[in-house]
């Protein structure tokens, strides 16, 4: 089982540029969504999206797009990359619906670093 | 504004010690999860907590749900080398008109624990 897969897993950008990270899963998965992670914030939600062409903003949402035309795939776009956004990005996936505390499958993360 | 805090922050204890982690908030929640993450790699589930005075046990590492549903705790008995990670507490919250989906997580910061040979 793949689960889970995000590419790259490193990536150095200088500012000013854009970039697409990917996601993909292959669960069959409603819900989708990307955190990213910083030393001593845990994990901040970006973005987030219930199921194909629907999507919604997380707590941290400013410079980045995503779009969902498929139930497998959820690109985060990097509009206009600046050193703040450097982090290590997460995407998860859960099966929505009823019931509380879906476990969320996540990816092994996109190391990425702006100069 | 964090929901979650986590203590403490860094553990550092030698193999066969116990340990417990804490996620505490002024908020009550419907459910509480616990995540474990290795260094490069993704955070993995390891519990949801339901019911205010639930006590799960998975192996050596007992988690309990506070009475009030505003707190729980990670006891990790005789601790080895292959705990060492990150340990993350998460309350889901619901999605969309209606709060009959739930996948939206807000994470604490983290309790990094490292246990020595």
Redesign the interface.
């Known amino acids: 089982n793949a689960g889970?897969t995000q590419t790259p897993k490193f990536q150095v950008l200088k500012t000013g540029q854009s970039m697409t990270l990917q996601c993909a899963q292959d669960m069959n998965h409603e819900?989708m969504?990307w955190?990213r992670q910083d030393p001593?914030?845990?994990?901040?939600?970006i973005h987030?999206s219930?199921g194909a062409g629907i999507t919604?903003q997380?707590?941290v949402p400013n410079g980045y797009n995503v779009s969902r035309s498929t139930t497998e795939d959820f690109p985060l776009r990097l509009l206009s990359a600046a050193p703040s956004q450097t982090s290590v990005y997460?995407c998860?996936s859960?099966q929505?619906?009823?019931?509380?505390?879906?476990?969320?499958h996540?990816?092994?993360?996109t190391r990425l670093s702006i100069l | 504004t964090q929901l979650l805090e986590q203590s403490p922050q860094f553990l550092s204890i030698q193999e066969g010690e116990n340990l417990t982690v804490y996620c505490n908030s002024s908020s009550v929640f419907s459910s509480l999860q616990w995540y474990r993450q290795e260094p490069g790699e993704g955070p993995v589930l390891l519990v949801t907590v339901v019911t205010g005075g639930e006590v799960k046990k998975l192996k050596r590492l007992t988690f309990q749900f506070g009475d009030a549903r505003k707190d729980s705790s990670l006891h990790i008995t005789a601790a080895q080398t292959g705990d060492t990670g990150l340990y993350l507490c998460a309350f889901c919250s619901p999605l969309g008109a209606g709060g009959t989906s739930y996948g939206k997580l807000t994470f604490g910061q983290g309790t990094i624990l490292t246990v020595h040979p």
């Open positions: 889970v819900y969504s955190y001593g914030m845990g994990l901040r939600l987030y219930v919604d997380g707590e997460f998860a859960s929505s619906g009823r019931g509380q505390g879906q476990p969320q996540f990816g092994d993360g």
